[in-house]
């Protein structure tokens, strides 16, 4: 399947406002990340990086999902040690590896974001 997925600068542009998101976002497609992985964000350098994989059943939901990120780690001088610590805190002995990620309050945090606005199209596709 080609690649699909069309960006709406201005609605991004938008959506980055609305979460407060200050710093420059990248966002890059993919054919492949990781298994099970339909999206990605890493901050370097000053700016956040997106990838998103592509094709994917719900690509509009999972940008929203990482532009939560986004919000979530301008908000920390280093999110991926916070990430963690949280889910040590929220989740005591019970850390795993799968429950580290899915349990984090990060990532059902981002899920609230996503779910919210995922009415708002920000990117559509021609699949
Ligand atoms: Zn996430």
């Not at 201005?10 to 966002?27: N, S």
């Not at 956040?48 to 592509?54: A, G, Q, R, S």
């Amino acid at each position: 399947m080609a690649m699909a997925l069309k960006f709406d600068i201005e609605a991004i542009a938008l959506a980055k406002e609305q979460l407060d998101i200050r710093r420059p976002v990248k966002i890059l497609t993919a054919r492949h990340i990781s298994r099970g992985v339909v999206g990605n964000h890493q901050y370097k350098d000053g700016k956040h990086i997106i990838n998103l994989l592509d094709p994917q059943v719900t690509p509009n939901y999972t940008l929203w999902h990482e532009l939560a990120h986004c919000a979530q780690s301008e908000q920390y001088d280093s999110f991926d040690e916070t990430y963690q610590s949280v889910a040590r805190l929220a989740l005591g002995g019970l850390v795993t590896r799968h429950t580290g990620y899915i349990l984090n309050p990060f990532e059902l945090d981002a899920n609230k974001i996503a779910q919210e606005n995922s009415p708002t199209k920000i990117l559509v596709t021609r699949y």
